[in-house]
Structure formats: structure tokens, C-alpha cells
């Protein structure tokens, strides 16, 4: 190839020319197979919910090497269990009252699970101990029964603290405990100095749902804000919009603190991010808000039903059912990734795992189903747009190489 090209570039300035309008062609050609390429690779889609259990997957935390911990609804009861790495399945919910009634399933710093099981409970599961342990905690300490909705860590030194969200018979609340001992195992070690707080109630109108760190003891609550007034359409009937409160909690007997809250126009908050950076993203059913460390916020005009943080710390959003493409956040940037055929389920959770994006849902049909996503395959030489690039980025190479090689020794024989 660099001979043929050697001798056009010897030829009159004619075959010149025609040299320069043939790699202009190629150029056009190879934009147009790139953008032809561009849709999305390394996407799946299976007709079942989880390998080792077919069932519609209602929550689900991913750990290292393939292990993971999901709340299935299967042949319509519920069950919670954990996956090790030796794929061996273990049913950590099957003395739960009502596993159906779980809030959720947060994953703690060392690895363990901790969900509440029934009222003024907390039960910490340590998957990842030799034999698998437990920690039931009973927060009542002859206080009104409460049930617990959500759960934050947040570390302090050499210690955690944990902010739970209640439901204090008529209205949520807030709640800190702490100190928690960095080593949660042996069990009664890590917990002997902690203590529980009173609530803080939220406002009459608010409803709490979610909670998350964002460092240096402060954390960010969302939930729902409802209203008097009712919609345009329907007056008369209480319409609610997601609230963002801001709180300030450290160690201590003292409650926490509600300093500030920020109202959206509408839509859904559901999932709280909290990014490598230590901010914190809302993604929400109708726009997403960044919450910077020092609380202020920035709104995303992008819709979503699920998101999820990859191991690179990039945001993954998915879309309902029938979108086209997903939305990745980079580095406070947004992204559009155009996918190959439109999202064929409803998503209900989602997560990753050794860079794939899982998303379980169900079909058209109720069944479960998975949708995965290669996080790593956007520009890979596998994928067809990177073996374009890879193959573009070599043959111009070697054209302009050539070129600059005869122009070099043209003005050489010229002096």
C-alpha cells in the first residue's frame, strides 16, 4: 500500500491531487460506518430474573466476585438470599415475619447487609464472614415502636455513625445511632458504645423515603411534599412533588437536625447516589439534582426509572420501557448512548458487577427479566465502531506517514 501511494505522490501534481481526493473519500466513508456504528454494544437481554432464582427481583446489592444479596418475589412469596463466590445459595430471610415488608437492603462498609425486619429492629448479616453471622439489634429501648425505612453509614475517623428514616405512627422521622466500631464482628463489640437518638419528626406535609451521607456530618433525605391545592386538573385533590431536606447529625444524644429543605416541580426521587467525589445525585422519574458538598444543588433535565454507579464512577440512568437510548453521567458531564433497539422491559432495580450494568424487570407478559449492559465495551476494538476507529486511526497513519515521508525528501532533493 505505501508503494502505491509513494508512486501517485512521485506522479505530475495531477495523480497529487487525485491522492488527496481519494483519502478525503476514505475519511468520508470511514465517518459514515462510524456513526453507523455508534449504537450501544455489549447489551443482553435474557428472559429470566436471576440465574440461580427465577423469580421477579424486587431489590438487589451486587458485591465483589459475582456475589450479591436480592429480594425475589417468587411464585408469589418473597424471599432474601445471598449468593456467595462459590455460587452456593443461602435464604437469609426464611425467619423474617414478612420479607415481602422489607424497606431495604442497604450494603455496610465491610460488606455486610443490613435490613430491618420488623419494628424498632435492625439485623446485619455478614455474607462475607466464614459462617455467615448475625447482628439483631433492638433499638426499642421503651420507646413507641417505629419501623425503620431507609439506612445511611457515614464515617467518623475511626468509627460510623448510621441515620435511619422511621415511621413514627403518624409521621417520618429522622433517627442517629452511634457510635459504630469500624470491626463489626465479634458482634457485641462494635455496637457497646452506641446509642440511639430521639426522632426528629419531619414537617406535617413531608413524608421521608430516602437517606444519604454526604460527609463530615451532614446527609441529604428525600421524600414527598404534599399539597393543599391540589393539580390544575383536579383541585380538590392533594397533589405531591419530591422534597430534598438537608441534615446535620454528628455522634451524640443530640436528634438531627432538619437545616434546610429544596422542593422539585414534580416527578419521583428514586435512588440517592452518593459519587466518588463524596456528591451526592437525586435521580428522579422526572429530572435529577446534584448535590455538591457544600449543599449546593444543580438540576439535570433528565428523566429516569433506575440508576446505578459503576465501578469507574460513572452514572448509569435507564429510561422506561420503549427508550432508545440510556444516559451516562461522566465526570459531572451527561451523556447520550444511543441504544441498538429500544429498552424491552419495564426496570424495576438495577446494579453493577464486574463493569455490567444489570437491570432486572419484568416483560409485557409480567414475566422476570434481565437486561445487561458491557459498561466497558463503548469504543473497545471489540465492539464494531471501535474496530473502525482502530482501522481508521492505522490507515490514516500510515497515509499521512507516507505523505510527510515523500514531502520530506522532495524538499531534501530541492536544496
Same mark, same amino acid.
Given at each position: 500500500?505505501?508503494?502505491?501511494?509513494?508512486?501517485?505522490?512521485?506522479?505530475?501534481?495531477?495523480?497529487?491531487?487525485?491522492?488527496?481526493?481519494?483519502?478525503?473519500?476514505?475519511?468520508?466513508?470511514?465517518?459514515?460506518?462510524?456513526?453507523?456504528?455508534?449504537?450501544?454494544?455489549?447489551?443482553?437481554?435474557?428472559?429470566?430474573?436471576?440465574?440461580?432464582?427465577?423469580?421477579?427481583?424486587?431489590?438487589?446489592?451486587?458485591?465483589?466476585?459475582? &456475589?450479591?444479596?436480592?429480594?425475589?418475589?417468587?411464585?408469589?412469596?418473597?424471599?432474601?438470599? $445471598?449468593?456467595?463466590?462459590?455460587?452456593?445459595? $443461602?435464604?437469609?430471610? %426464611?425467619?423474617?415475619?414478612?420479607?415481602? @415488608?422489607?424497606?431495604?437492603?442497604?450494603?455496610?462498609?465491610?460488606?455486610?447487609?443490613?435490613?430491618?425486619?420488623?419494628?424498632?429492629?435492625?439485623?446485619?448479616?455478614?455474607?462475607?464472614?466464614?459462617?455467615?453471622?448475625?447482628?439483631?439489634?433492638?433499638?426499642?429501648? %421503651?420507646?413507641?415502636?417505629?419501623?425503620?425505612?431507609?439506612?445511611?453509614?457515614?464515617?467518623?475517623?475511626?468509627?460510623?455513625?448510621?441515620?435511619?428514616?422511621?415511621?413514627?405512627?403518624?409521621?417520618? %422521622?429522622?433517627?442517629?445511632?452511634?457510635?459504630?466500631?469500624?470491626?463489626?464482628?465479634?458482634?457485641?463489640?462494635?455496637?457497646?458504645?452506641?446509642?440511639?437518638?430521639?426522632?426528629?419528626?419531619?414537617?406535617?406535609?413531608?413524608?421521608?423515603?430516602?437517606?444519604?451521607?454526604?460527609?463530615?456530618?451532614?446527609?441529604?433525605?428525600?421524600?414527598?411534599?404534599?399539597?393543599?391545592? %391540589?393539580?390544575?386538573?383536579?383541585?380538590?385533590?392533594?397533589?405531591?412533588?419530591?422534597?430534598?431536606?438537608?441534615?446535620?447529625?454528628?455522634?451524640?444524644?443530640?436528634?438531627?437536625?432538619?437545616?434546610?429543605?429544596?422542593?422539585?416541580?414534580?416527578?419521583?426521587? $428514586?435512588?440517592?447516589?452518593?459519587?466518588?467525589?463524596?456528591?451526592?445525585?437525586?435521580?428522579?422519574?422526572?429530572?435529577?439534582? $446534584?448535590?455538591?458538598?457544600?449543599? &449546593?444543588?444543580?438540576?439535570?433535565?433528565?428523566?429516569?426509572?433506575?440508576?446505578?454507579?459503576?465501578?469507574?464512577?460513572?452514572?448509569?440512568?435507564?429510561?422506561?420501557?420503549?427508550?432508545?437510548?440510556?444516559?451516562?453521567?461522566?465526570?459531572?458531564?451527561?451523556?447520550?448512548?444511543?441504544?441498538?433497539?429500544?429498552?424491552?422491559?419495564?426496570?424495576?432495580?438495577?446494579?453493577?458487577?464486574?463493569?455490567?450494568?444489570?437491570?432486572?424487570?419484568?416483560?409485557?407478559?409480567?414475566?422476570?427479566?434481565?437486561?445487561?449492559?458491557?459498561?466497558?465495551?463503548? @469504543?473497545?476494538?471489540?465492539?464494531?465502531?471501535?474496530?473502525?476507529?482502530?482501522?481508521?486511526?492505522?490507515?490514516?497513519?500510515?497515509?499521512?506517514?507516507?505523505?510527510?515521508?515523500?514531502?520530506?525528501?522532495?524538499?531534501?532533493?530541492?536544496?
Amino acid at each position: 500500500m505505501a508503494k502505491g501511494w509513494r508512486g501517485l505522490l512521485e506522479e505530475e501534481s495531477e495523480h497529487q491531487w487525485l491522492a488527496m481526493g481519494g483519502f478525503l473519500v476514505f475519511i468520508l466513508i470511514g465517518a459514515l460506518l462510524i456513526q453507523g456504528t455508534s449504537s450501544l454494544p455489549g447489551v443482553d437481554y435474557r428472559t429470566n430474573g436471576l440465574d440461580e432464582m427465577d423469580g421477579r427481583v424486587l431489590d438487589i446489592i451486587y458485591g465483589d466476585s459475582d &456475589t450479591y444479596t436480592a429480594l425475589v418475589l417468587n411464585n408469589g412469596e418473597g424471599e432474601l438470599f $445471598h449468593v456467595n463466590q462459590a455460587g452456593e445459595i $443461602h435464604d437469609i430471610g %426464611g425467619e423474617y415475619p414478612d420479607v415481602l @415488608g422489607l424497606n431495604f437492603i442497604t450494603q455496610l462498609h465491610d460488606g455486610s447487609i443490613v435490613v430491618s425486619p420488623q419494628n424498632n429492629t435492625l439485623d446485619i448479616v455478614h455474607v462475607n464472614a466464614e459462617v455467615e453471622q448475625r447482628t439483631v439489634l433492638s433499638l426499642n429501648d %421503651g420507646q413507641e415502636a417505629f419501623d425503620i425505612l431507609d439506612l445511611a453509614e457515614q464515617k467518623s475517623e475511626e468509627s460510623y455513625r448510621w441515620l435511619v428514616v422511621t415511621d413514627e405512627d403518624d409521621s417520618t %422521622g429522622l433517627r442517629g445511632f452511634g457510635p459504630v466500631g469500624s470491626e463489626l464482628l465479634p458482634v457485641n463489640e462494635p455496637m457497646k458504645n452506641a446509642d440511639l437518638t430521639s426522632p426528629t419528626l419531619a414537617p406535617a406535609n413531608i413524608d421521608w423515603k430516602m437517606v444519604e451521607s454526604l460527609g463530615d456530618g451532614q446527609w441529604i433525605a428525600v421524600g414527598s411534599m404534599g399539597s393543599v391545592f %391540589g393539580s390544575d386538573d383536579s383541585p380538590a385533590t392533594p397533589t405531591k412533588h419530591p422534597v430534598i431536606g438537608f441534615i446535620t447529625w454528628n455522634d451524640g444524644p443530640t436528634a438531627p437536625m432538619l437545616t434546610s429543605i429544596e422542593e422539585i416541580d414534580k416527578g419521583e426521587i $428514586h435512588s440517592l447516589i452518593r459519587l466518588d467525589n463524596g456528591t451526592i445525585l437525586a435521580a428522579g422519574t422526572d429530572s435529577a439534582v $446534584h448535590i455538591a458538598k457544600d449543599r &449546593t444543588t444543580t438540576a439535570i433535565d433528565v428523566a429516569s426509572v433506575s440508576s446505578s454507579l459503576d465501578e469507574n464512577g460513572k452514572v448509569w440512568m435507564l429510561g422506561s420501557k420503549g427508550s432508545t437510548s440510556v444516559m451516562r453521567l461522566v465526570d459531572g458531564e451527561m451523556e447520550t448512548l444511543p441504544l441498538s433497539r429500544p429498552i424491552p422491559l419495564n426496570v424495576e432495580v438495577s446494579d453493577v458487577s464486574n463493569d455490567v450494568l444489570y437491570a432486572h424487570g419484568v416483560n409485557n407478559n409480567g414475566d422476570p427479566v434481565t437486561y445487561s449492559i458491557d459498561t466497558l465495551a463503548i @469504543g473497545s476494538i471489540e465492539s464494531g465502531r471501535g474496530f473502525l476507529n482502530l482501522m481508521f486511526v492505522g490507515v490514516s497513519s500510515v497515509v499521512l506517514g507516507v505523505m510527510l515521508w515523500i514531502g520530506s525528501k522532495r524538499l531534501i532533493q530541492n536544496q
